[in-house]
């Protein structure tokens, strides 16, 4: 009788992340396959048809949030709970993400192989846009289910196109109506998601496993600068209202508020939009966006508080606004379910680290005691289509995942 783990298929696996690896295939090895769309559909479906081939059900909630359940010998207990989202960066890798849905995949096809039946159901969910690069802030889907935001909050956010977030979720339901449909939110007994490190970690230590016990705080703004438009050959600089001059200044005053000789803090500005966009006419309307990180909840607080008076002292001539989508404080992992995970990779060379990508997993924090495995990323490349994890890696975090699932199902 071989258990769960010794079922986990490298070759499977491998297979399934490359055939998604094709929906969304963009040059070098890389994906676009955006939340929401007929392409996360079809993906959607590839994965459908596997979950049911290991004698899973399949069902959908409210937030589009898509559920894979295989009944436990006690099955009105709480199920142990595990996945990731599907959804990619405009030029993201094959791994982010979808490698923690095929994970939970795997092991659902490992129990089926195995013919155990863990006393806890278990249950793989591919949450709705984690990204946030269609629709911003990310992790809508886990957001919703964990209560923290209703999904209709979201329903006015726009995509590049000017299409509503609330009519892509709808069109999505509508197009997956013939699946069951199963209300948003419960509490699972744990949730332990297996992702990829995004970082150099791992491979510059030699390491297979991360057992990852937290993750550091994200704040996201949007600061728009509003000037007056003139003719760039004739309107003299005295005296215009030059949006892109004033975001400059704007830039430059946050890196001097942001720098941080440990390099720990996390400050990125890498979506602009200026209009009315022309070379010959001065800009009066800039959007930038803001992505702030650090593990410290002080530190976050105080940098991301101080963004606001410190564009305002920087910018000369343009009006301000700032925006906060995104507020998510540093978690801590279940030490229970940190100290499975670490038992779990027994065998595999292993250290505990915290996690520089936000992920679905914290917001499953309040709800249940949760926890993370991570494999390595080749070079640490992310969001970017050279990322990289060999298949014996990823089966390594898979089995580990396995044996953690079943340790914490009993
Ligand atoms: O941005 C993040 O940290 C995640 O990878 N979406
Ligand atoms: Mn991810
Ligand atoms: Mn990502």
Redesign the pocket.
């Known amino acids: 009788m071989r258990s769960v783990a010794e079922c986990v298929s490298e070759a499977r696996q491998w297979d399934r992340l490359m055939q998604l690896a094709k929906l969304g295939a963009i040059a070098g090895d890389g994906v676009n396959r955006p939340c929401l769309s007929a392409l996360d559909r079809e993906a959607r479906r590839l994965v459908i048809g596997w979950a049911e081939a290991a004698g899973a059900a399949v069902s959908i909630d409210a937030a589009a949030n898509l559920w894979f359940r295989v009944k436990g010998a006690d099955d009105s207990a709480a199920p142990v709970l595990t996945g990731s989202h599907m959804d990619s960066q405009p030029e993201g890798g094959r791994f982010?993400g979808i490698y923690g849905v095929v994970a939970g995949l795997e092991v659902l096809s490992a129990l089926h192989d195995a013919g155990v039946v863990p006393k806890r159901a278990v249950e793989v969910v591919a949450w709705t846009n984690?990204?946030?690069s269609r629709f911003a802030p990310?992790c809508m889907g886990s957001m919703a289910w964990a209560g923290h935001t209703p999904i209709a909050a979201f329903a006015e956010v726009l995509d590049a196109d000017g299409v509503r977030f609330g009519d892509a979720l709808a069109e999505q339901l509508a197009a997956e109506a013939d699946l069951p449909r199963r209300v948003l939110g419960h509490v699972p007994h744990a949730y332990l998601e297996a992702h990829i490190e995004?970082g150099p970690v791992l491979e510059n230590e030699g390491l297979d496993i991360g057992v990852v016990t937290g993750i550091q705080g994200?704040r996201w703004f949007t600061v728009t600068l509003t000037g007056e438009t003139a003719h760039a050959g004739t309107a003299p600089l005295a005296g215009r209202k030059d949006a892109v001059q004033d975001m400059v200044r704007a830039i430059n005053a946050l890196n001097a508020l942001m720098h941080d000789p440990e390099d720990v803090l996390r400050f990125t500005v890498a979506r602009v939009t200026v209009a009315p966009n022309s070379s010959n006419s001065v800009a009066n309307h800039v959007r930038f966006s803001i992505?702030l990180r650090h593990p410290d909840r002080d530190v976050l607080l105080s940098k991301g508080d101080a963004i606001e008076a410190t564009i305002r002292a920087a910018v000369r001539d343009c009006g301000v606004h700032l925006h906060e989508w995104f507020h998510a404080m540093p978690v801590a992992f279940d030490a229970l379910v940190v100290d499975t995970v670490e038992a779990a990779a027994a065998g595999y060379r292993s250290r505990r680290m915290a996690s520089?990508?936000?992920?679905d997993a914290q917001f499953a924090v309040p709800i249940a005691p949760s926890g993370m495995i991570f494999v390595p990323s080749h070079k640490g490349i992310?969001?970017n289509p050279a990322e990289y994890t060999s298949p014996s890696q990823l089966a390594a975090g898979t089995r580990v995942l396995a044996r953690s699932l079943m340790a914490l199902a009993s």
Do not use: L, P
């Open positions: 982010d984690e990204e946030g990310g995004q994200s992505d520089g990508a936000f992920h992310s969001h």
